[in-house]
């Protein structure tokens, strides 16, 4: 699967930092929101400006009846995340980090992810009052729209278009210290998470970069080896050969 000189590379740095992007979850029918070309493959996502600023926006999202909802809802993980999950419990991944927000990696079983876009089924308060996010799967279709215990609106605890993903500090530090980096289903092109590859590449100490996905991503020069094909597919295959590798 890998080249000699990365086989023996992955030998003796075993434990791997993983990103994974919206391709690992169209295999579980969720679409992506952007297309092969980069285009919008459907109705670009809400922004944050719009669900403060208009009423009817705040209750489209509540009632849940957003394009993308019924796929999302009914999702399961896939073999890609499977994988991932079986690593993880193998002791190969030192950090899984997920631009996705629909728990997917969870149910699959893996317990060490960092959400940089958020939760999709999760809210918290619109004013960040300080209390932790809370778990909401719940449909609010009619009456007023759902508050925090201090009496603000409650949001979706996800990361906008155009907000600062989370947990970016923590991501920074362990990408550091980070001696295998692969990017599963990215498109590399969303900052700043497009640049994590290349922050690596250009540092001094020795790393080495994989790319799994359906199409090349537009930061493909950064890496080692690009492996293109389906999530579903391709994932198990590369991460099996990381568990042969020890």
């Known amino acids: 699967m890998y080249s000699s000189e990365l ?15 919206a391709g690992v979850s ?42 993308g909802w019924p796929a999302v809802a ?25 631009q996705n927000v629909d728990g997917l990696h969870e149910a699959a079983g893996s317990r060490n992810v960092v959400h940089i876009h958020g939760k999709l089924f999760e809210s918290r308060c619109a004013a960040d ?12 279709s009619s009456g007023e729209l759902p508050r925090c215990e201090c009496g603000a609106l409650l949001r979706p605890n996800v990361c906008w278009f155009g907000e600062q993903p989370y947990e970016l500090d923590r991501v920074y530090e362990e990408l550091e210290n980070c001696d295998v980096f692969m990017a599963i289903g990215t498109s590399g092109s969303v900052q700043p998470v497009a640049s994590f590859v290349a922050m690596l590449k250009q540092r001094g100490k020795p790393s080495r970069r994989i790319f799994v996905g359906l199409t090349e991503p537009e930061n493909a ?17 590369v991460l099996g050969s990381l568990l042969q590798n020890r």
């Open 221 to 237: 020069r950064h890496f080692d080896e690009v492996h293109l094909g389906p999530a579903t597919e391709k994932s198990p295959q």
């Open 7 to 21: 086989a023996a590379f992955i030998a003796h740095h075993p434990r791997l930092f993983v990103l994974t992007g």
């Open 74 to 98: 009914g999702a399961a993980p896939n073999a890609a995340h499977e994988a991932l999950a079986r690593l993880e419990r193998a002791g190969r991944v030192a950090r899984l980090v997920t």
């Open 26 to 67: 169209t295999g579980s029918g969720i679409p992506a929101y952007r297309d092969a070309d980069g285009h919008w493959s459907r109705k670009p996502p809400m922004t944050h400006q719009e669900f403060t600023r208009s009423e009817s926006a705040r209750k489209r999202y509540w009632a849940r009846s957003l394009a």
């Open 129 to 140: 009052c300080g209390r932790p996010a809370v778990a909401d799967a719940n449909v609010y």
